[in-house]
């Protein structure tokens, strides 16, 4: 959620800054509320204040024998008055409020302006692009996925279309991703792991941004509970409604967690194999920091994100995101792009967002920030650690041999019992 007051400051220069994200602020609206809200504001602080007035008229009548009958009537109607005029004032900040919560984040001013996917900006690339004295095969036509260790088959049975269901060593060797990713994240990066609900209320979905605008997006139960699309929203929730102190900042939380989403629009793209699933994994890395100290979180949430692919050997790009491509909630989004040779492509599988304060004002999560009188947001950062389907698809295309075999990375032979080969 942005700032209420720099909104009312000057709601010009928010609709310019959103404008460049695609977003249309309807500043003539937000006007219209905020001069209802005014009006029935001060209508309310002078019922108030006129309460008061002949409470202690009252008092003083009394004190002096005197008949406070007509008194105690005009109080009698004022309370009446102003819990009119309290009730439409809350029924009007909560229309104010619905209103905010459809506004997406303020892009940082280092963003590159643009409309779509072709305008984001490539910053660094790392590993070389794998030369093949055969052509390469995509992930489900390799020989351990083609004996059934990868089947599409016996999950749409189960569930339908955009499931999997993986055997024996490709299972193995999705959950040793996932192994080495979380070793690798707290034990070198200074994360604390965190097992986290799957299922949360729908306020955690509206504290990190997915309401209301991706409802449509979400799996839901019907006692208000939702399947989390991501780690981070059961992660970024658990400082929901909390003042942290400055010296226990900041907080840096990694869980492994399935993942859901309904894919809503996106039929038609990646129909075959795993690139795009209902059900998928992730590891994911979420940061609570100082507003001074967020940029500087996200450049290192960045490296933490690269180090699993530095390691595992497989040349990937990083993109800046243009303002038209970002996330609802994000002020700044690096994607993290790895080379898949059967696609003869990059795609993506990691994306690493700074939020600034637009979660946390949500969320009520706050810091004691010593030089204000008042608690103020923390920042909040977020940031896939990886993928894990993704990166297995990477693993497979990347490592595969003229055979349809698959050579296990040396990282993950230990996670693999010694196995070197997949066939």
Known sequence: MLDIQALRDDPQQVARQLKSRGFIFDVDFFNQLEQQRKTLQIATQEIQNQRNVRSKEIGIAKSQG??????????????VDLAAKETALTELQNKINDFLLT???IPHESVPVGDNETKNVEVRKWGNIPSFAFTPKEHFDLAPCMRGDMDFETSVKISGARFVVLSDKVARLQRALAQFMLDLHTQEHGYTEKYVPYLVKSDALYGTGQFPKFVEDQFGTANDLWLIPTAEVSLTNIVRDSILEAENLPLKFAAHTPCFRKEAGAYGKDAKGMIRQHQFEKVELVHITKPA???AALEQLVGHAEKVLQLLELPYRVLVLCTGDMGFSAAKTYDLEVWLPGQNCYREISSCSNTEAFQARRMQARWRNPEQKRPEPVHTLNGSGLAVGRTLIAV???YQQADGSVRVPKVLQKYMA?????N
């Open 66 to 79: 005197k008949d406070t009958t007509q008194m105690l009537a005009e109080v009698a109607n004022l309370g």
């Open 103 to 105: 506004i997406p984040n």
């Open 293 to 295: 100290d967020s940029y």
């Open 396 to 398: 497979l295309e990347n």
């Open 418 to 422: 010694g196995l070197e080969v997949l």
